[in-house]
């Protein structure tokens, strides 16, 4: 939800879903989230709490209990634009908002965290923010969430909405959590933000890497990759990827949020369904998915296979409502390398995209289409679908009679017919 300053939201409950996110952004960087009802505040009011899943002791500053799924914020200092892209930049620092957790205040007020209600080093139980370039977990420990990046107030009493007037320089800042090999790090509420946000030239990152284990246990894992840098040179707004290089464990799943990528780089052991919400899911590693056998892409997300890997044996990908042109699957590969999903590929949806394709105006590199076991709509729309015209021989033949396609550089679209 978008809102404006000096607003208060009146929701009645709120109840959440597996695979849900639910953001409050306030697009003022000056403005503030609030339990005043004057000034120059937005509030959002729960009239009744009970829906939400709250996790956390809240017995202190720093391990308030916060809401599974929902998150919020104010967007980022707005610097210096490029004049000639203004409207552009504008829009992409909105995209930068909502990256705190919330909590319940006075009762049934639901705001974002300020950065003084974050612990800044790991402790167990806490809701912990991680700036430093380089973390080590030595020893196994429980916290309640995880939040990468530099930090910023959503709740002042005036002045600027963060805690600098300008973006902190940030160049060649990468903000590393590193997990020994012989350490477990469990997250209590299931909930990490990947939202580091400066001013580079040269780009920023967040890892979490390391031998160890990075541990959900029987709840959802939801990830929000939504970090990036304002870029001086041409006053443009860049985001930035999380990369998980540890193995991720768990049996509820996994939930990507955020616009930026989220790159799966281990050998994951979790299971449950995996969601696409937002942004892409990038799966680097043969097991990338664990033991996970569905995949859900809807909204904003898409779903990408990497470096000449075989993934999803057994498994589904289903499309659901998306909002706009989505890449359910993509390819992307080296030299070389072949990436192979052998599993199922459904659509509930209009449009069907299968990327890469082997037209060769695509310029892409070979995808194994033949170990898919089906591509199919579980339920067809009233009007023509259209389907990829260079099916290799293996490939069960679409649903319906293909009468359109076209090809771009990145990517194969098919769509049905109409303007």
């Avoid at 939201?9 to 403005?31: C, H, M, P, Q």
């Avoid at 080093?121 to 939040?147: D, P």
């Avoid at 060769?360 to 076991?373: D, E, L, M, V």
């Amino acid at each position: 939800m978008d809102l404006n300053q000096s607003l208060t939201l009146t929701i009645g409950n709120i109840s959440r879903s597996e695979g849900a996110v639910l953001k409050f952004r306030s697009f003022d960087s000056t403005s503030t989230f609030s339990t005043n009802s004057i000034g120059d505040s937005v509030r959002v009011v729960v009239n009744n709490p009970a829906g939400l899943a709250l996790v956390g002791a809240g017995t202190g500053l720093t391990d308030k209990a916060i809401a599974r799924g929902i998150f919020g914020g104010i967007a980022p200092y707005a610097s210096d634009f490029r004049v000639s892209d203004y409207l552009s930049q504008e829009r992409n620092r909105q995209q930068f908002t909502g990256t705190h957790f919330m909590t319940l205040d006075a009762g049934n007020i639901l705001r974002p965290l300020n950065s003084n209600e974050y612990a800044t080093s790991l402790i167990a139980g806490q809701n912990v923010n991680l700036s430093e370039m380089y973390t080590v977990a030595r020893n196994s420990i429980s916290i309640n969430a995880l939040r990468l990046g530099n930090l910023q107030n959503n709740n002042q009493t005036g002045g600027f909405g963060q805690d600098q007037s300008t973006l902190v320089d940030q160049e060649n800042t990468t903000v590393t959590l590193a997990i020994d090999s012989e350490a477990t790090v469990s997250i209590e509420s299931g909930m990490i933000i990947a939202a580091s946000m400066g001013s580079a030239n040269n780009g920023t990152g967040m890892v979490i890497q390391g031998g160890g284990t990075l541990d959900f246990g029987a709840n959802e894992a939801i990830i929000q990759s939504n970090g990036g840098f304002f870029r001086p040179t041409d006053g443009t707004y860049q985001g930035s990827s999380l990369e998980i290089r540890t193995r991720i464990a768990g049996t509820g799943g996994l939930s990507k949020t955020g616009f930026q990528n989220l790159l799966l780089e281990s050998a994951n052991t979790y299971s449950g369904n995996t969601y696409v919400s937002e942004g892409s899911l990038i799966a680097l590693n043969n097991q990338a998915l664990g033991n996970s056998k569905q995949v859900y892409v809807d909204a904003l997300g898409n779903f990408i296979i990497a470096g000449g890997t075989n993934q999803g044996a057994g498994s589904k990908i289903t499309a659901r409502v998306l909002s706009g042109d989505q890449i359910v699957l993509r390819s992307l590969s080296g030299s070389g390398q072949v990436n192979t999903w052998p599993g199922t590929l459904k659509s509930t949806t209009w449009m069907l995209w299968a990327t890469p394709c082997s037209f060769p105006a695509c310029g892409q590199r070979a995808t194994r289409y033949s170990g898919w076991k089906e591509i199919s709509l579980e339920e067809p729309p009233p009007l023509p679908m259209t389907s990829t015209s260079a099916t290799p021989a293996s490939f069960p033949p679409p649903p319906i009679k293909p009468t359109t396609s076209s090809c771009y550089t990145d990517r194969c679209a098919t769509r049905p017919p109409g303007p």
